[in-house]
């Protein structure tokens, strides 16, 4: 079973989504990859729905790929006395590491680090930025504030600290259980929250030790700073625009999701949009025009692919959401100035023999009736360069591994599919026919361009490529 579309489709799972029915109709209405929140439920719910979830793979004959999203430290002040206050602006309000039911006048803030990395002037945005404070004195284990933005305050609100990089791990002792269970019941992506520096994706990698991709959800106003570093360590990136969005003027977050996707593509590491796309479409069956333009903009920015959170996980229309991402992605990619646009981001191919067949390919594909690329790809470096390149054909993915096949259902324009030997002795064009027209991407007539890096069981770089073109029965070497 084949997409009509190159960019993908996230879809969460949680409380109105995890049967097998809603998986399954989730699925075909085009979901490629699903996502489960470790902020959310224990692990014997991860893993039933894991279950739930190869077993829909096995039913509908596609690899699927599950993503285990990490929670990450969460910041939040403790409780009050009457479970709220209402701040008024420009009065002062203290916050402390003591125990104490809150008042109008103070919170505990249980969290030492932040107090640690304080500093007169510092900002702190409560409850989703709905109040301000600026911070007039600090120590070790208070902080004197005057209240900006003004606002009711209630127990265990979250904290946002846009101006401050805080000294703490993003992966807190519940992560690291977290991680380890996923990786022990062979999920092989994992986003890591709260990312505000390189020494943070390398910690993370470190311990996964090769075992997953890691995606880094950029959120924290530091980690922009350093991108171009973040994006070289890590194995994709996502533009988790919730905490984004708070931490930075909301003028500024549609040009960093642009500066965002565009390292991403020109460093060929695939990138997500994600975030309140279709967030009314929790509880209306349509979205706003405003969301769907969102959705829009991500496929002419050429992400590899755009997320629904609550609105798959908790939200009255699952299906319909997904079934709404489905049309805006299809109408935009069907829109005549769509190749521009895309074209417009597009990484410039380096002087590399992997490089200059890849860009070869995806000429050839111009100049040729050509129905897709097909790469054969032991470690998915293969595919995952050919996608870099925006081909205007699918790329289909052969590889005998159905981990790589799982990784690549999230990338843009891949098509995987498993295949059971691999071998410098195969004759790869004739398994590239039969499976391309197996899949229902060839007929007679068409071409199809091969790349591989051979000797095709190491991980060697891309350094063949074929033209075949699709007979009756028989394929003919061009």
Same mark, same amino acid.
């Given at each position: 079973m084949r997409r009509s579309r190159q960019t993908k489709i996230i879809a969460t799972i949680g409380p109105v989504s995890g049967s097998d029915e809603v998986l399954e109709n989730l699925?075909? %209405?085009? %979901?490629?990859?699903?996502?489960?929140?470790?902020?959310?439920?224990?692990?014997?719910?991860?893993?039933?729905?894991?279950?739930?979830?190869r077993a829909l793979e096995q039913r509908v004959g596609r690899p699927i790929g599950v993503l285990a999203d990490l929670q990450g430290p969460k910041l939040r002040v403790g409780r009050f006395a009457d479970t709220k206050v209402s701040l008024e602006a420009g009065k002062p309000f203290r916050l402390d590491l003591s125990a104490e039911p809150g008042c109008v006048e103070r919170v505990q803030l249980p969290h030492?680090?932040?107090? %640690?990395?304080?500093?007169?002037?510092?900002?702190?945005?409560?409850?989703?930025?709905?109040?301000?404070?600026?911070?007039?004195?600090?120590?070790?284990?208070?902080?004197?504030?005057?209240?900006?933005?003004?606002?009711?305050?209630?127990?265990?609100?979250?904290?946002?600290?846009?101006?401050?990089?805080?000294?703490?791990?993003?992966?807190?002792?519940k992560d690291r259980r977290d991680l380890e269970f996923a990786l022990d019941i062979g999920i092989s992506l994992v986003a890591l929250s709260f990312v505000q520096r390189p020494e943070d994706v390398e910690e993370a990698k470190s311990l996964i030790a090769g075992r997953a991709h890691l995606i880094s959800k950029l959120e924290k106003p530091s980690a922009i700073d350093e991108l171009e570093e973040i994006i070289?360590?890590?194995?994709?990136?996502?533009?988790?625009?919730?905490?984004?969005?708070?931490?930075l003027p909301p003028e500024t977050v549609p040009a960093i999701q642009k500066q965002i996707i565009r390292s991403s593509r020109q460093a060929g590491k695939p990138v997500i949009v994600a975030t309140q796309m279709l967030d009314s479409m929790i509880t209306a069956p349509t979205p706003t025009r405003a969301e769907a333009s969102d959705v829009a903009n991500a496929v002419y920015e050429g992400a590899d692919a755009v997320m629904l959170s609550g609105e798959t996980a908790m939200g009255k229309y699952p299906v319909q959401a997904v079934r709404m991402m489905e049309r805006i992605i299809r109408h935009s990619e069907s829109d005549p100035a769509y190749p521009e646009l895309l074209n417009a981001g597009q990484a410039k191919p380096k002087r590399t023999t992997a490089d200059t067949i890849t860009e070869s390919a995806s000429r050839a594909s111009l100049s040729l009736p050509t129905a897709a690329i097909v790469t054969f790809t032991s470690s998915g470096a293969t595919a995952l360069r050919a996608a870099r390149r925006r081909p205007p054909v699918p790329i289909l993915a052969l590889t005998p591994s159905l981990r790589v096949a799982r990784d690549l259902a999230g990338v843009w324009g891949i098509h995987a599919v498993e295949v059971a030997v691999m071998d410098d002795h195969m004759d790869m064009e004739a398994l590239a026919v039969r499976v391309a027209t197996g899949e229902n991407f060839a007929t007679r007539g068409d071409h199809l361009v091969i790349t591989a890096g051979l000797p095709l069981r190491t991980m060697g770089p891309t350094n063949v490529m074929r033209l075949v073109q699709v007979e009756a029965g028989t394929t003919a070497g061009v």
């Open positions: 699925f075909y %209405a085009g %979901a490629d990859v699903f996502r489960l929140n470790f902020s959310h439920g224990s692990h014997e719910e991860h893993a039933a729905q894991l279950r739930r979830v030492p680090e932040i107090f %640690a990395a304080l500093h007169t002037g510092a900002q702190l945005l409560l409850d989703d930025g709905r109040l301000c404070l600026s911070v007039t004195a600090c120590g070790p284990d208070f902080a004197d504030t005057k209240v900006v933005t003004s606002g009711v305050l209630s127990n265990n609100k979250g904290v946002n600290l846009p101006d401050v990089v805080l000294d703490v791990s993003p992966l807190t002792e070289e360590l890590t194995d994709a990136v996502m533009v988790a625009r919730g905490d984004l969005g708070v931490e």
